[in-house]
């Protein structure tokens, strides 16, 4: 049952687009509006990707969306969109966004804009892996944001308990840190193929193209476990420059390594194609949460990723590893682990691994503790118990 008077979330998004939508902050975004639509009212205004059209109110995935342009002091026509559109909260995903984040927040701290409620939700920024890349120009910010009260009474979404120990201790002069967990409904176990013949290792690689996801780290490590592995990359490319960095890693691969590159995958192929997989590799500096984690773990495949996201003591489990990013030698090893395990261990870890995502989820839960999260960021103390 949807209600006339739901508040209004505007929620400020960098990408959102068709063909990104398997993306983290996409499936954030998406699976929030899906649970709480009945509460709130969801806009979201996004940069335009293409030769779309800008500055016109469309719907995308059920959702009513701005595309906007940009310029040399980020998107164009925010300040007058913000200043005419009517909202109750102000939410944006990344506190380092200079295109839509930064200006929002300048803009509402001179009063250029209503000062409105506003959330920032920094999507894993703060993790040590992430938030040491540049790490200076961040630190900078920071000051100047405390010292200019740009976030003063700005609130902060943590998705864990673990992402809002890291806000507390790099942010200073800032609203109150709100736990706000990602919903996740579990997806059904689909089948799987059979064996390869050959026994060579299928390993899946699936997330935006950035820096901060360390694919290259993951073809150095594949290259290195000499053994025959076929590498399949799918996601976004949202790193011109770092792209470039991974061409050349894949051209350079050993004649044992046989690497894929998909693109970007729908949301709803995304399990599917994972199940596919002995592996899911994901050495990245930094997660909040990580949906393509969950989404490798619905379909029962072992994972292998940093230490550096919320999926931690995943060996002791039996369904995978967590390993520090300085020891690429102890990847290595996992994969080899893992090549040289017979069938039938194989299709016991898998069960374990569906196992472990089943009693780790709990969607009711966590719709109803992000709901409070919005009310609590708009100053509001509405009940939420039926936000499931």
């Known amino acids: 049952m949807v209600f006339d008077n739901r508040p209004v979330i505007l929620t400020l998004l960098g990408v959102f687009q068709p063909g990104f939508d398997a993306t983290g902050p996409n499936q954030s975004l998406l699976r929030m509006v899906d649970a709480l639509s009945d509460l709130f009212r969801f806009r979201i205004v996004s940069m335009r990707l293409g030769s779309e059209p800008t500055g016109q109110w469309t719907t995308l995935h059920g959702v009513d969306r701005i595309a906007l342009s940009r310029d040399a002091f980020g998107a164009t026509g925010l300040r007058r969109l913000l200043a005419t559109t009517p909202y109750d909260l102000l939410v944006s995903n990344g506190m380092f966004d200079m295109e839509l984040t930064v200006p929002a927040l300048v803009q509402r701290r001179l009063g250029l804009i209503p000062r409105r409620p506003m959330m920032v939700a920094p999507r894993g920024e703060f993790s040590p892996g992430a938030f040491a890349l540049k790490h200076g120009r961040k630190s900078l910010f920071l000051k100047v944001a405390r010292f200019g009260g740009?976030?003063?009474?700005?609130?902060?979404?943590?998705?864990?308990?673990?992402?809002?120990?890291?806000?507390?201790?790099?942010l200073i002069g800032t609203g109150?840190?709100?736990?706000?967990?990602?919903?996740?409904?579990?997806a059904p176990m689909p089948p799987r193929g059979d064996e390869i013949a050959g026994g060579r290792l299928r390993v899946a690689f699936l997330s935006r193209i950035d820096r901060k996801k360390n694919l290259t780290l993951a073809l150095d490590i594949l290259g290195r476990a000499g053994i025959p592995i076929d590498f399949?990359?799918?996601?976004?490319?949202?790193?011109?420059?770092?792209?470039?960095?991974?061409?050349?890693?894949i051209a350079g691969a050993p004649p044992t390594l046989s690497v894929n590159v998909h693109g970007a995958i729908a949301q709803n192929n995304v399990v599917a194609t994972l199940a596919g997989a002995d592996l899911f590799l994901l050495p990245t500096m930094g997660e909040n949460f990580g949906h393509?984690?969950?989404?490798?773990?619905?379909?029962?495949t072992p994972v292998l990723l940093?230490?550096?996201?919320?999926?931690?003591?995943?060996?002791?489990?039996g369904i995978g590893w967590d390993i520090p990013l300085d020891r690429p030698q102890d990847f290595v090893v996992a994969v080899r682990v893992l090549a040289n395990s017979s069938p039938t261990d194989r299709a016991a870890q898998r069960q374990r691994v569906r196992s472990y995502i089943e009693r780790r989820l709990n969607?009711?839960?966590?719709?109803?503790a992000l709901a409070k999260c919005l009310f609590e960021a708009m100053g509001r103390s509405q009940s939420v118990g039926d936000a499931g």
Request: aromatic fraction near 6%; charge should be negative; charged fraction near 20%.
């Open 176 to 186: 109150p840190i709100l736990l706000g967990p990602n919903i996740r409904p579990l």
């Open 232 to 249: 399949d990359i799918y996601g976004p490319v949202t790193d011109e420059a770092y792209w470039t960095e991974c061409k050349v890693a």
């Open 306 to 317: 940093s230490d550096q996201t919320p999926w931690r003591g995943l060996a002791t489990n």
């Open 363 to 368: 969607p009711a839960e966590d719709t109803a």
């Open 292 to 300: 393509a984690i969950v989404d490798a773990m619905s379909a029962g």
């Open 150 to 170: 740009l976030l003063t009474d700005v609130a902060i979404q943590a998705t864990t308990l673990e992402e809002g120990e890291y806000l507390r201790r790099a």
